[in-house]
């Protein structure tokens, strides 16, 4: 299986400009623009991410890329190369490792992305694939999740909750968006959202040292999060709750000075739209503030690993 | 368990000032020393590459970025960073996962590599572990498989076979020795002997577009393939044979113009003896050459994907 799979992967690898050497080498060799390589790494299996029989596994394959340029927009770095390793079930495995990536390869070639290399194993257990990406930065430098400051405005892109209705799988990861952003606006500090809006948040709170107030009639909800909420007739899990709290809408969430945070929202220079949901503040926590009751501590919802 | 491990990570991750942003962000930021990058993916699993109940998990961590390094040494690059992922059982995966990393961290440590990043998951599966090594080129330019030529001689480090008594485990990767060999001699050729010598000696044929003859009687012989040729009692299975056949030396294969390989090897510049084992010749094919049969084609042995 491995040997005729291998074979199938020399036959579908496209060369690319940026391979000084491509795969089939002990390793291959990147040329770059530049001395500075931003790299991360994610590593997806079935039972967790996806569900052997249910999930499309071109899908698999798509996300295992998509969430790892998610991370590559997240520090607005521009991607270069990614490495895939598959670990696959003897039983079918050929057929797995085909549609992972095949739903993957189309993905890279949306961002004009090289696969540089990987592994290739098959066992009697079920399937996992590990990808890592290597991006590069820009002239206009890279984003942290550390750098926000009190009276920077929270921004986001797009909209929240109820990626698991298709989303999770789907996703564009804002890597153009991400771009566009730190060459033409001042951003103090950004994270992707993967674990959950709050939550993910409450992390860019921690690296920078402060607190955040969040108005939550302006959160973007997503109309994914409305049918999950008005599906399940859940009360205690409103669409707003599932926006705050579900995972993996790998929007970003930008840290944004407040004079630029205006002329940003004015622009509206992407296709997706940019929302000031909040701003950050001295005060250490997380707060929510509405109409009614005023400011209080806001719970956490989202992914604890 | 992911939580306290997690913790327990961002203890024991030393900095390294080759981090422009260190793990615990999205991604991490690395200055190399220039716009070449080097990158190679492995990924180890129960069952395959290591047996849980019987192998030493320090040592599995170890030899997950070691196959990492090797292959690193084989392009002569220069090691630059690690990232690492893995897949614990939720039963003992604290354990296993610090176990894990304490051999990685060691070995690491030898070769001055910050771990700049990777994932950690845990499931009802037994353990994966995926290492992506990041390394650069040095002045000297890289190394590749597709570069010998006819006449050149077939140099190898190390000697051969039985590494499944130990050094499979233990082996160091010959990076330093490719680094010193790269700045000092021409080597038109290389590849790292992880499937087995005549094996891997046959992909830098099929990559150079020529073929080779070996000498029997040159082949270094480890005393491990002595020890295990007499163990067995199988005289099937010669010490010669495991040192052809057997897997995972993790020497370096390299080849070397011929009077570039005289002063080589007058000068056996490292500390692991330099041998001459062949030469390169026009006619396709893998030969052996014996005092009394002369010259019959040698029958690959090895593991075969």
């Given at each position: 299986?491995?040997?005729?799979?291998?074979?199938?992967?020399?036959?579908?690898?496209?060369?690319?400009?940026?391979?000084?050497?491509?795969?089939?080498d002990?390793?291959?060799?990147?040329?770059?623009?530049?001395?500075?390589?931003?790299?991360?790494?994610d590593?997806?299996?079935?039972g967790?991410?996806?569900?052997?029989?249910?999930?499309?596994?071109?899908l698999?394959?798509?996300?295992?890329?998509?969430?790892?340029?998610?991370?590559?927009?997240?520090?607005?770095?521009?991607?270069?190369?990614?490495?895939?390793s598959?670990?696959?079930?003897?039983?079918?495995?050929?057929?797995?490792?085909?549609?992972?990536y095949?739903?993957?390869?189309?993905l890279?070639a949306?961002?004009?992305?090289?696969?540089?290399?990987?592994?290739?194993?098959?066992?009697?257990?079920?399937?996992?694939?590990?990808v890592?990406?290597?991006?590069?930065?820009?002239?206009?430098?890279?984003?942290?999740?550390?750098?926000?400051?009190p009276?920077?405005?929270?921004?986001?892109?797009?909209?929240?909750?109820g990626?698991i209705?298709?989303?999770?799988?789907?996703?564009?990861?804002?890597?153009r968006?991400?771009?566009?952003?730190?060459?033409?606006?001042?951003?103090?500090?950004?994270?992707?959202?993967?674990?959950?809006?709050?939550l993910?948040?409450?992390?860019?709170?921690?690296a920078?040292?402060?607190?955040?107030?969040?108005?939550?009639?302006?959160i973007?909800?997503s109309?994914?999060?409305r049918?999950?909420?008005?599906?399940?007739?859940?009360s205690?899990?409103?669409?707003?709750?599932?926006a705050?709290?579900?995972?993996?809408?790998?929007?970003?969430?930008?840290?944004?000075?407040?004079?630029?945070?205006?002329?940003?929202?004015?622009?509206?220079?992407?296709?997706?739209?940019?929302?000031?949901?909040?701003?950050?503040?001295?005060?250490?926590?997380?707060?929510?503030?509405?109409?009614?009751?005023?400011?209080q501590?806001?719970?956490?919802?989202?992914y604890q690993?």
């Amino acid at each position: 299986m491995e040997r005729e799979f291998l074979a199938w992967l020399r036959d579908h690898l496209p060369h690319h400009p940026r391979f000084l050497l491509g795969p089939g080498d002990d390793a291959a060799v990147l040329q770059l623009s530049g001395d500075r390589c931003v790299v991360t790494s994610d590593m997806l299996n079935d039972g967790t991410d996806f569900v052997s029989g249910k999930s499309d596994w071109k899908l698999v394959g798509r996300k295992a890329l998509a969430v790892n340029l998610s991370d590559l927009a997240a520090m607005a770095a521009r991607p270069a190369a990614a490495l895939v390793s598959v670990l696959l079930p003897r039983h079918e495995g050929l057929q797995i490792g085909k549609a992972l990536y095949g739903g993957l390869m189309a993905l890279a070639a949306e961002f004009d992305l090289p696969i540089a290399g990987g592994d290739t194993n098959s066992w009697d257990g079920p399937t996992v694939i590990s990808v890592t990406a290597i991006g590069q930065t820009t002239p206009h430098g890279f984003w942290r999740r550390s750098g926000a400051w009190p009276g920077d405005q929270i921004v986001v892109t797009g909209c929240f909750g109820g990626s698991i209705l298709g989303r999770q799988f789907e996703f564009v990861p804002r890597v153009r968006e991400a771009l566009k952003l730190n060459a033409e606006y001042q951003i103090h500090a950004a994270t992707d959202v993967s674990d959950g809006l709050s939550l993910d948040l409450s992390h860019l709170l921690e690296a920078s040292g402060c607190g955040a107030e969040l108005h939550l009639d302006r959160i973007p909800v997503s109309d994914d999060a409305r049918r999950l909420a008005a599906s399940t007739g859940d009360s205690a899990q409103s669409a707003l709750d599932h926006a705050l709290g579900d995972g993996e809408d790998f929007e970003l969430i930008l840290a944004v000075p407040a004079d630029e945070a205006e002329r940003l929202l004015a622009d509206q220079p992407l296709d997706v739209p940019l929302s000031r949901i909040g701003q950050f503040i001295d005060e250490p926590g997380l707060w929510q503030i509405t109409g009614k009751t005023g400011r209080q501590p806001l719970v956490l919802r989202g992914y604890q690993h």
